[in-house]
T-cell receptor, first 116, second 114 residues
Framework: GAVVSQHPSWVICKSGTSVKIECRSL??????MFWYRQFPKQSLMLMAT?????????EQGVEKDKFLINHASLTLSTLTVTSAHPEDSSFYIC????????????FGDGTRLSIL | AQSVTQPDIHITVSEGASLELRCNYS??????LFWYVQSPGQGLQLLLK??????LVQGIKGFEAEFKRSQSSFNLRKPSVHWSDAAEYFC????????????FGQGTELSVKP
């Protein structure tokens, strides 16, 4: 069965609105969750590492005020794209892990975000 | 610097033929290695992983991979490809002491001819 639930799977909204994407760990308490962005025909680009109860760690070049991450519990992390614009349109994927480097990441099914 | 290279962007094989997808890594210590598969519009599914021990690891869907330290490689193989194997394949290395962070290769798109 699914280990990770990511919602919504597809969202279309107008430019200037904010969009929230949820990532839930279903099978275990995830101390660490990751948020990725993926462009067509490209690999995953890590945006940020989300740790429960602390601030997210953003990768270089990722605007933390644009992409707000909240990891309020061991099973839920959210990514909010604030004041979204067409250039934010992309495929966003979350993953969960138990936090050790020898543990695999388990991925959600992704969210297709389209900003008109 | 830590990196993962998948030299082949796109591979086409005939159904029933064997498959090998290449992966080379650069890492300062014994790596934790993973292969993932992504179907269009979906997330990634773990195929197999290598941490230590036997260098030939078995995964799901009939895939296997062999860790070769001397070649810094972790190639993915399947003896007989099925049409449903058409997808994007990603090799990744786990970064130690960074909470499970992964470095991904660029991916290899597999097409299967009938």
């Amino acid at each position: 069965g699914a280990v990770v639930s990511q919602h919504p799977s597809w969202v279309i909204c107008k430019s200037g609105t904010s969009v929230k994407i949820e990532c839930r760990s279903l099978d275990f308490q995830a101390t660490t969750m990751f948020w990725y962005r993926q462009f067509p025909k490209q690999s995953l680009m890590l945006m940020a590492t989300s740790n429960e109860g602390s601030k997210a760690t953003y990768e270089q070049g990722v605007e933390k005020d644009k992409f707000l991450i909240n990891h309020a519990s061991l099973t839920l992390s959210t990514l909010t794209v604030t004041s979204a614009h067409p250039e934010d349109s992309s495929f966003y994927i979350c993953s969960v892990t138990q936090g050790a480097s020898n543990q695999p990441q388990h991925f959600g099914d992704g969210t297709r975000l389209s900003i008109l | 610097a830590q990196s993962v290279t998948q030299p082949d962007i796109h591979i086409t094989v005939s159904e029933g033929a064997s498959l090998e997808l290449r992966c080379n890594y650069s890492y300062g210590a014994t790596p934790y290695l993973f292969w993932y598969v992504q179907s269009p519009g979906q997330g990634l599914q773990l195929l197999l992983k290598y941490f230590s021990g036997d260098t030939l690891v078995q995964g799901i869907k009939g895939f296997e991979a062999e860790f070769k330290r001397s070649q810094s490689s972790f190639n993915l193989r399947k003896p007989s490809v099925h049409w449903s194997d058409a997808a994007e394949y990603f090799c990744a290395v786990g970064v130690r002491n960074q909470g499970g962070k992964l470095i991904f290769g660029q991916g290899t798109e597999l097409s299967v001819k009938p």
